[in-house]
C-alpha cells in the first residue's frame, strides 16, 4: 500500500476518535483493514460499557471478528491513534492481525494522563518473539491532538 493509503486508514481511526470524544469517551480510535478494505473502524468504549478493557483496538478486534464470524485476522492490518497499551498488543497478536500502524506514542498517552505501561510495541514484539510488523507515528502530531481536543472536552482519564 501507498503511504497515502496508510494516512487515508489513519485519518478514518482519528474520526472514529474524534466520534468518540463527541460521545464522553476517551481520544482512541483504531480502524482494521483487510486487503485494502475496511472492515471495521471504532473508539474507545470504556465508559459506555464500564469496561476496562473496551479499548479503541479491543472494541474493533472484537467487531471485525463478528463480522467475519471467527476470531483469526490473519491479513489484516490495525490502525491505531496511539500506541496498543500491552493488553491490546497482545490481542492483536493473538488475533493473527499481521501489522500495527499507529500514530502517537505511549509517552503521549502518559503526558495526557493515562497510566500506561512504560514498554513499547517493539519491546513487547522482541521479548515475546511476535511476527507482528509494527509502524509508529504515522500522522503522529494529528494524533497527539487528539488528546488537546480531548482535554478541551473536558475528558477525564481512568
Not at 26 to 38: E, K, L, N, Y
Not at 54 to 76: M, N, P, T, V
Not at 129 to 144: F, Y
Request: proline content about 3%; hydrophobic content about 40%.
Amino acid at each position: 500500500m501507498a503511504k497515502s493509503d496508510h494516512e487515508y486508514f489513519m485519518r478514518k481511526a482519528i474520526a472514529a476518535a474524534r466520534r468518540g470524544i463527541e460521545a464522553g469517551q476517551t481520544p482512541f480510535g483504531a480502524c482494521i483493514v483487510c486487503r485494502g478494505q475496511m472492515v471495521v473502524c471504532a473508539h474507545n468504549v470504556v465508559w459506555a460499557q464500564t469496561d476496562i478493557t473496551a479499548h479503541a483496538e479491543i472494541h474493533a478486534i472484537r467487531l471485525a471478528c463478528r463480522q467475519f464470524e471467527k476470531i483469526d485476522l490473519s491479513g489484516c492490518v490495525i490502525y491505531s491513534t496511539c500506541e496498543p497499551c500491552p493488553m491490546c498488543f497482545s490481542a492483536i497478536h493473538w488475533s493473527g492481525i499481521s501489522e500495527i500502524f499507529y500514530g502517537a506514542g505511549i509517552a503521549d498517552a502518559r503526558a495526557a494522563g493515562f497510566h500506561e505501561l512504560d514498554i513499547s510495541n517493539r519491546q513487547m514484539k522482541e521479548m515475546g518473539q511476535s511476527p507482528l510488523k509494527v509502524t509508529g507515528g504515522l500522522l503522529a502530531q494529528e494524533c497527539r491532538d487528539l488528546f488537546d481536543e480531548w482535554r478541551r472536552q473536558g475528558g477525564q482519564s481512568y
